[in-house]
């Protein structure tokens, strides 16, 4: 306010007005004299800018911030995203789910013993002899008859007793507080039955076998069970009764390859293609010894010996301890006019134990007659 007092003062001043204080009379309204157009600029130039009210520019207005805006995404790439979260939410889920829950770790047993595996002996190499190397002073063929020198018709060989997968533990009550219980495995009888059953069929005692099997197949009738008393019926020409539990074996495991093939040689098929395939179509699934043996009973039966000496040697090779497996490769050889090889398997054959289907005293005569030409 003094700033404005004081240019109107200075307005006064040049216009030559004197104040009249004397001549005044209070309460008197007097009009404002208007200002020259000279004044108005001097005022303008007297007045400092921004301090009269009304002049100047205005304060500057604050800026104004912009408002955050999220980025807006279109409606492909957001279904993509979401898809692919999905996916690999489902398959983070599927592998946790799938994976397989942690087996507790069991101890080996120390006391079961390893069966021994059979070695397999060296293939046999047979060096064809001329037809005229024949023995001296006999014929070619064997001395004994046809049908005493066929084949003996096999005998299944019974299964080796299977040690249970899952022996049940027993704990046993501790000596001391401080040690610990150990576990024994209790045997299963079944198991032990068969083993036992096996062994005396291995030495030749039939009827201990046949005692043992029959308790075996009465306490679980099983396969084992069964073939072992096949095999022994068979052994004992009792063809019916080998028949019969041969047969009661395929209601048990209709795909048995040596209750197949044994009833096949039992039966005696007279439609020798059709039986020979048959067989052949089992060697391929099961190739046992007990199916090379009967094929090479079919292929005797047809007076095919090179083919029979064939099926018989993978029927030696493959149970190097049978007899009759021995006896029948013998005959095979002897056959062919192969008299030293077939010295050496009926030599075999008698040397080997257990139970046999040939004739033992048939078979020492004709190694005696066989043995001028080693």
Not at 8 to 34: F, H, M, Y
Not at 264 to 281: F, P, Q, V, W, Y
Not at 301 to 306: E, I, L, V
Request: charged share 20%; glycine share 6%.
């Amino acid at each position: 306010m003094s700033l404005l007092l004081k240019a109107l003062k200075q307005a006064e001043v040049a216009n030559g007005v004197k104040p009249d204080s004397g001549n005044r009379i209070e309460g008197d309204l007097e009009l404002e004299p208007l200002t020259p157009p000279g004044t108005a600029q001097a005022r303008e130039w007297v007045e400092p800018p921004g301090l009269l009210f009304g002049s100047g520019a205005g304060a500057p207005k604050p800026r104004r911030v912009r408002d955050f805006r999220w980025p807006q995404l279109s409606l492909v790439p957001l279904t993509a995203l979401l898809a692919a979260l999905i996916a690999f939410g489902y398959g983070l889920y599927l592998y946790f789910a799938l994976q397989p829950p942690a087996a507790p770790s069991l101890a080996p047993a120390n006391d079961t013993a390893p069966a021994a595996a059979p070695v397999d002996p060296a293939p046999l190499e047979l060096e064809s002899e001329p037809a005229s190397a024949a023995l001296p002073g006999a014929p070619p063929a064997p001395s004994a008859p046809v049908p005493a020198t066929m084949p003996a018709a096999a005998a299944a060989r019974p299964a080796a007793a299977r040690a249970p997968a899952h022996p049940a533990a027993n704990p046993v009550r501790a000596l001391a507080p401080s040690a610990a219980a150990p576990l024994l495995f209790q045997p299963d009888t079944q198991a032990t039955l068969l083993g036992q059953a096996y062994a005396a069929y291995q030495r030749g005692a039939l009827a201990e076998a046949q005692q043992l099997y029959a308790q075996a197949a009465a306490h679980r009738r099983s396969v084992d069970a069964l073939l072992g008393l096949a095999a022994i019926a068979s052994v004992q020409d009792r063809d019916a009764d080998a028949q019969r539990l041969y047969r009661e074996v395929l209601d048990l495991d209709p795909r048995n390859a040596a209750a197949q093939g044994a009833l096949l040689d039992l039966l005696g098929n007279t439609d020798g293609s059709a039986a020979e395939s048959r067989l052949k179509m089992l060697i391929e699934r099961d190739p046992s010894p007990h199916l090379h043996q009967t094929l090479g009973n079919l292929y005797a039966g047809q007076a095919r010996w090179n083919d029979a000496q064939a099926a018989y040697f993978e029927a030696y090779r493959g149970a190097p301890g049978n007899a009759d497996y021995a006896y029948n490769l013998a005959v095979s050889l002897d056959q062919l006019q192969q008299f030293a090889a077939a010295l050496n398997y009926y030599e075999k054959a008698l040397a080997g134990g257990g139970a046999h289907r040939f004739d033992r005293a048939q078979a020492e005569a004709r190694v005696q007659q066989l043995k001028p030409v080693r």
